[in-house]
Nanobody
Framework: QVALVESGGGSVQSGGSLRLSCVYF??????MAWFRQAPGKERENVAA???????RYADSVKGRFTISQDNAKNTLYLQMNDLKPEDTAMYYC????????????WGQGTQVTVTS
């Protein structure tokens, strides 16, 4: 069993930065990821971290967002720089326990709002 708790969301002006954190409790997952969902839009996989390294960034965030993990602190991070209003969404972290499987554990989400 794994529990995920996100934090770090908030409201920031366009061009600003935020760092999201996701603490995981229980077994250490094989892979973790950040997703986001804005009202009326489909959920989007923003960035993924598998087997100790970043494995994916959405085109919309490349060069601006960085995913990282601190195993000593059981924490996944998402550093978000140069934020844009279109980054406004609820951000979720998720975990999976083997390559190629679905993400089966999800956090409760943290809201990010970017104003112009």
């Amino acid at each position: 069993q794994v529990a995920l708790v996100e934090s770090g969301g908030g409201s920031v002006q366009s061009g600003g930065s935020l760092r999201l954190s996701c603490v995981y409790f229980g077994y250490s997952p094989y892979g973790m990821a950040w997703f986001r969902q804005a009202p009326g839009k489909e959920r989007e996989n923003v960035a993924a971290f598998d087997n100790g390294r970043p494995t994916r960034y959405a085109d919309s965030v490349k060069g601006r967002f960085t995913i990282s993990q601190d195993n000593a602190k059981n924490t996944l991070y998402l550093q978000m720089n140069d934020l844009k209003p279109e980054d406004t969404a609820m951000y979720y972290c998720a975990a999976r326990f083997s390559s190629g499987t679905q993400y089966t554990y999800w956090g409760q989400g943290t809201q990010v709002t970017v104003t112009s």
